[in-house]
């Protein structure tokens, strides 16, 4: 999170809403102390920005490649008769997979 003075934030109010656009927050201090904290508007359609914001953090990251057509129009994988999918999960998290 940035931090900026009053008068700061008064001069370079555009250049910090445009941050704060791509999901970042900004605090704005009075002499030294907190007093307000521009923050983006939540919403349905800033998932763009949740992302962003996610990569900045170090969350996640962007895929280097697109994910292949043929994957996302094939059904996915039955699992096997009898197959537990706790017990895959588990024994997945055991082996460190």
Do not use: C, F, W
């Not at 009053?6 to 910090?16: G, R, W």
């Not at 895959?88 to 998290?93: Q, V």
């Amino acid at each position: 999170m940035q931090t900026v003075s009053v008068t700061e934030a008064k001069n370079k109010l555009s250049a910090l809403l445009t941050k704060v656009r791509a999901g970042e927050s900004v605090l704005i201090l009075d002499r030294g102390v907190p007093v307000a904290r521009l923050e983006p508007v939540a919403g349905d359609g800033d998932d763009a920005a949740k992302v962003a914001r996610l990569q900045r953090a170090g969350l996640v990251r962007a895929g280097t490649k697109p994910m292949p057509l043929h994957l996302l129009l094939s059904a996915p994988p039955k699992p096997k008769d009898g197959a537990d999918i706790v017990e895959a999960l588990l024994e997945e998290r055991r082996t460190g997979r």
